[in-house]
């Protein structure tokens, strides 16, 4: 089971965070400071894999930013490193080469795309094909929601003119 | 929409990202972000505020509480958007409530509702949103609200539902078994789904069922079989196939749900067989995800019942991995030989070289891995290099959560493989001195107890040498700085018990120690007790020997010291000491005879002793005792205080009342003297015996007035220390006087061990130049020196050679093709750096926005051809996406005429527009090599900087794509 997610950028700054298991705040910043500091500090050949406190925190550098992942000593580690792979390539096709700037600035999308792909600690989507699916859907309500919001002003200007 | 930047969000907003990614320092972040906290506080309570608004107040708020900082006061405006009826706010309002809340969060009871009620909707977006949120929120007691609905949306229309439904009751399963037992029977239904996702979702729940209960799912057996046979054969739809390989989180969690089915038996296991051996032969070894199949594979192989071929197959895997260059692939080999050493412990032989070279890497992660592997074939014959290894690991890190861990692994594998004693004490000693504070109590508790009791041996020459022994290394570790309170504790008891039984140390020498011990440590109670108990037991001795005492004057400084301590335990002691020195020789003998540790306490429990004294009190006219049973009412403390001296966990737990207070008595009996019984620690039973005997007498005589003394004492001990005498040292020498020496199987093979060791070592140095010959010894002493073995019958040298040419090679080459498959990113210098202003160096002539004019001159015409060379399709896609931008950020700006950014959008796009009438183009030729996403990126580019966002030297990085 995976027990969080953490996006850490290369100066140490969180672009995400999702708890799967329960963390009271104060534990989380704590948690977040002490793999940030044992994450980043790893060397480039390392393994991508770091015990801590008992769990496997299983990591992978994209250009500047660590995606890490906590998860259980039996757990499979490769798996993991995949389902993170697995993660950036969702988010690849969806916001289109994606880079650290666009979960800067749209995380709460990178949040959805995240509820597709795990829910309570584990994976419950392999294919990308059915999350991007799944998130056209919702963006195409959104889209739907725009346009009449968009309408409707419309006509309040008409009318009040 | 005017309102909107290119991402989405206001300008405020972008403003709030921008100044959090260009903060230098964690306080100024937090003081941007506390100054954020401020305005949404204000804001948020603002009267009319429109819901787009809203929401992007929440997403705020989560991004706050992502930064690690308390938003609590905004929960509630994201519990209201769940119940909004736009699915979009809606989703918004589930995102942060999930990120919000825990389970046990009071405001969850506000959201059940909303959350029945969208279970129930016709819009299966909303449903799936509900859903998300079901798995996050509801906990055991709002279970039976929704379980109803979810076990009815099993049966939806839509898979994604489904899916979700059964990952929910995963969830619910996780939290309280019991509330969804009754439906396991759906888990067996979803499990044939007609979508490989649902199935997928399903074994989640089924492996936990399996692991709790294997019996009942038997059946699925071949089920799981025929599951996975369809997958390895690609019989699943494309869409599920990742780098190649048919479904391989689904294969993998069929594995790990078959490892626990196949498990010791046979019958299901030899179903596997074939199935697995497939798996095995259709796993793509080059890329990660092939591995970590293959990985599970060797995991089930080594779980179920085995079968000689697959336990081939897996280990030539295994071998594969520790050969291989990447630090993963030989960790996840260790790891797999950790697991198939159970079943074919030679296994272990072949791979001795990948595994030294494993322990000697920098790599910590591997290095605890593999000594993981050591702990798991430690033998009696390789148990001191084994252990001596893991202590110099231990001494060397500073994580206490894994320094905990190796040390009690030390202590464990000491214990029951220590080849001799003399070992185990030092090795003990090593890992007190170094985690000391980190180790179980009881650990010391069993070196002392060895220590005084021996090893079983009648033979008492062995043990007397022992404990010199032991003394002698006490002495000279108790000069060091630092040591751990517990081993401290140690050094002392045995000090005073043996420093001076051997004759080597004079009395005054081991006390000056123990003064210094007390000096030093001057603020562990603890410390301070053992110390000067373990003076009186030392001046006991000499006192009893007939020699004549001579009190060092910092001994005298800390008797009196102590004994105007705030401590009454320390001051009893002090008290104590002092009257000791004072008795002559033949009651210090009796009251503390030399090394008594060890003996059995009689317990009197009758008191038959005082039966002489009671007949005369009762000849003089006393009143005779009342019997227990009719006693039961009253609050009785002398039958209490005689339990006492007996069973200390009496001190646990008092049933009686307190009486309501009386008019004080005045006493009699000396307050200091009463209790002096109940807290003198027992280190040595025979005395706390004899001084019980002696203070029985008067305690009885006015147990009245004792009454009220015993009430103050309870209350003392709210601020001293409370039960330090009377908990756990007292405990637990009582038990190790009942229990007969189990700490020590002595292993005579150690001298033949050592022996072979050095042969071994000797007969390898010479030829072996090339493998380090202290590997090589390693290796045979951890082994059991198979190389030596091998080697004999033929030439030595030419083997030796060979087993270098098969071990040594992958060491070689992994310096250097290592570099690009080993690290998952490392892209050749990325164009887009010179994006960057502050980079000058390698190629300052190209303006990234010129570059950007000619890209998207090129963009204006979709079809133009130039983008032959690269990915077409992805091309035009990109473009289409632009265009997308460019024409919403446009219309935006029409419909709503506020002139925010959405006016600076317009003006730089037709900025841009203009400036593409520049010449461009021969800049934009030599960076297109990197196809689409370069073009991609520069649009992004472009847009933030729009936005006023520019990458700094500290992030050069930003734009980079993820992927690389």
Redesign the interface.
């Known amino acids: 089971m995976i027990h969080f997610v953490l996006l850490i950028s290369r100066q140490g700054k969180v672009r995400l965070t999702k708890w799967y298991s329960a963390y009271p705040q104060k534990e989380r910043t704590k948690v977040i400071r002490e793999i940030s500091g044992e994450v980043l500090a790893r060397g480039p050949k390392l393994c991508n894999f770091v015990e801590w406190r008992g769990l496997k925190v299983v990591y992978r550098r994209y250009a500047s930013l660590y995606f890490c992942m906590c998860i259980n000593q039996d757990d499979n580690e490769l798996e993991v490193l995949e389902i993170i792979h697995h993660y950036v390539e969702t988010l690849d096709r969806y916001f289109g080469s994606v880079c650290e700037l666009d979960l800067i600035f749209n995380f709460h999308k990178a949040y959805y795309i995240l509820d597709e792909l795990l829910l309570a600690g584990e994976l419950q989507e392999s294919s990308k094909k059915t999350v991007a699916r799944l998130i056209a859907g919702q963006d195409a309500l959104v889209e739907t929601a725009k346009e009449e919001a968009n309408s409707i002003s419309n006509i309040i200007a008409q009318a009040s003119k | 929409?005017g309102s909107q930047g290119g991402?989405?969000?206001s300008k405020e907003f972008?403003d709030l990202?921008k100044s959090?990614?260009e903060a230098r320092s964690k306080s100024e972040?937090d003081r941007i972000i506390l100054g954020e906290i401020e305005t949404l506080k204000r804001r948020i309570v603002e009267p009319d505020i429109p819901k787009?608004k809203m929401k992007e107040y929440i997403?705020r708020l989560?991004?706050v509480?992502?930064?690690?900082h308390?938003a609590s006061f905004g929960y509630i405006h994201a519990v209201k958007m769940t119940h909004d009826d736009?699915?979009?706010l809606k989703?918004?309002g589930y995102?942060a409530v999930?990120?919000f809340l825990?389970?046990?969060h009071d405001l969850i009871i506000l959201i059940v509702n909303t959350i029945q009620k969208d279970l129930r909707s016709d819009?299966y977006?909303v449903v799936?949103a509900a859903l998300?949120a079901v798995?996050?929120l509801i906990n055991e007691e709002t279970i039976p609200a929704v379980l109803p609905q979810v076990v009815e949306l099993l049966g939806h229309a839509k898979?994604?539902v489904r899916?979700?439904a059964v990952?929910?009751l995963?969830?619910f399963y996780?939290k309280s078994p019991a509330s969804v037992l009754h439906l396991i029977s759906n888990f067996r239904k979803t499990l044939c789904d007609k979508d490989?996702?649902v199935m997928?979702?399903t074994l989640?729940p089924l492996f936990d069922l399996v692991t709790i209960d294997v019996k009942s799912f038997k059946d699925l057996v071949i089920s799981f079989i025929s599951i996975l046979k369809q997958v390895a054969e690609r019989r699943l739809?494309k869409?599920?196939d990742?780098?190649q390989m048919p479904?391989?989180?689904?294969q993998?969690k069929l594995l790990k749900v078959l490892a626990l089915l196949g498990s010791g038996d046979k019958q299901a296991s030899e179903q596997m067989y074939t199935v697995l051996g497939d798996v095995f032969k259709k796993c793509d070894t080059s890329c990660?995800?092939g591995?970590?199949v293959l990985?599970?594979c060797i995991?089930c192989v080594s779980c179920i019942y085995p079968n000689t071929k697959l336990l081939e197959t897996a280990a030539d895997a295994i071998s594969k991995f520790l050969k291989s260059d990447t630090?993963?692939l030989?960790?996840?080999g260790i790891d797999a030989l950790g697991r198939l050493i159970k079943i074919s412990p030679d296994i272990a032989e072949q791979h001795q070289l990948a595994v030294i070279d494993c322990l000697e890497d920098?790599?910590d992660?591997?290095k605890?891995k593999t000594f993981e592997l050591l702990y798991k074939m430690t033998k009696s014959t390789n148990v001191n290099v084994i252990v001596d290894r893991m202590i110099d690991y231990m001494i060397s890190i500073n994580d206490n959560?894994?320094k905990t861990?190796i040390a009690s692994r030390c202590v464990e594998l000491a214990e029951q493989f220590a080849p001799s004693n003399h070992w185990f004490i030092q090795t003990m000693n090593k890992v007190f001195e170094h985690a000391g504070d980190l180790v179980n109590i009881k650990v010391a508790h069993n070196l002392m107890r060895l220590i005084a009791e021996g090893f079983g041996e009648d033979d008492d020459t062995t043990d007397s040498q022992l404990r010199s022994s032991a003394v002698e290394s006490y002495l000279r570790i108790i000069a060091e700085p630092k040591l751990p309170s517990v081993f401290l504790q140690m050094i002392c008891w045995v000090l005073g018990e043996y420093g001076t039984t051997d004759g080597k140390y004079s009395a005054s020498y081991i006390t000056g120690k123990l003064c210094d011990v007390a000096e030093a440590y001057s603020n562990d109670e603890t410390v301070k007790a053992y110390a000067i108990t373990a003076l009186m037991k030392l001046y006991a001795y000499e006192i009893a020997a007939g020699r004549k005492v001579d009190i060092l004057p910092e001994c005298q400084s800390l008797i009196e010291e102590l004994s105007v301590s705030h401590s009454t335990d320390l001051q009893q002691r002090a008290y104590e000491l002092q009257a000791l020195i004072g008795l002559d020789a033949c009651a210090v003998e009796s009251v503390m005879p030399s090394d008594a540790s060890c003996e059995d306490i009689e317990i009197d429990k009758s008191l038959s002793f005082l039966n002489h004294y009671v007949q005369e009190s009762l000849e003089k006219g006393a009143q005779p005792y009342i019997p227990e049973s009719e006693r039961t009412g009253m609050l009785n403390i002398s039958s209490f205080r005689n339990e006492d001296h007996h069973e200390a966990s009496m001190h646990g737990l008092r049933f009686e009342a307190y009486e309501l207070p009386k008019p004080m008595v005045p006493s009699k009996s000396p307050v200091t003297y009463t209790p002096s019984t109940e807290l003198v620690p027992v280190p040595e039973p025979s005395y706390s015996r004899e001084v019980h005997t002696s203070t029985a007498v008067p305690s009885i005589s006015n147990s009245g007035s004792t009454e009220l003394k015993l009430r103050l004492d309870g209350v003392q001990k709210k601020w001293g220390r409370p039960s330090y005498s009377s908990g756990s040292t007292s405990t637990s020498e009582s038990s190790s006087q009942k229990t007969v020496n189990g700490v020590a199987q002595t292993e005579s093979v150690s001298t033949s061990t050592s022996r072979a060791q050095a042969t071994s070592s000797f007969d390898l140095k010479k030829p072996q130049v090339e493998i380090s010959p202290e590997k090589q010894r390693l290796a045979a002493s951890l082994f059991g020196g198979p190389i030596k073995t091998d080697k004999r019958p033929t030439s030595s040298k030419v083997v030796k050679s060979s087993s270098h040419a098969t071990e040594k090679p992958p060491v070689a080459k992994a310096a250097d093709t290592?570099?690009e498959k080993?690290?998952?990113?490392?892209?050749p210098p990325d164009l887009l750096d010179l994006g960057e202003p502050t980079v000058t160096s390698s190629a300052p002539l190209i303006d990234p926005f010129k570059q950007l004019e000619g890209l998207l001159d090129q963009g204006e015409n979709v079809s133009a051809p130039n983008h032959g060379a690269v990915n077409a399709n992805k091309a035009s896609?990109?473009m289409s996406?632009y265009v997308e931008i460019a024409a919403s950020g446009q219309s935006g700006g029409a419909?709503?005429p506020v002139p925010t950014n959405g006016d600076d959008m317009l003006s730089g796009l037709s900025g841009m527009g203009i400036r593409t009438a520049s010449p461009g183009g021969p800049a934009g030729s030599s960076p297109l090599s990197k196809g689409?996403?370069l073009r991609?990126?520069l649009e992004?580019d472009a847009l933030?900087r729009q936005m006023g966002?520019t990458p700094t030297s500290?992030?050069p990085?930003?734009?980079?794509?993820?992927?690389?």
């Not at chain 2, 080993?822 to 892209?827: A, G, I, K, W």
């Not at chain 2, 990085?957 to 690389?964: A, M, S, T």
């Open positions: 929409m991402f989405g969000q972008l990202v959090i990614g972040e787009r997403i989560v991004y509480e992502m930064l690690g308390d736009s699915l979009l989703r918004t995102l999930t990120l825990n389970e046990d819009n977006l799936c998300n798995c996050r898979e994604a899916k979700k990952m929910a995963h969830r996780q490989p996702g997928g979702a989640c739809p869409s599920y990742y780098h479904a391989p989180f689904i993998i990660n995800i591995n970590a990985y599970e995991c630090h993963n030989k960790y996840m920098p790599d992660t591997l605890r959560h894994y861990e290592a570099s080993s690290t998952p990113v490392q892209p896609d990109v996406l419909v709503n689409p996403n991609d990126a992004k933030v966002v500290q992030n990085n930003l734009f980079k794509d993820l992927l690389g």
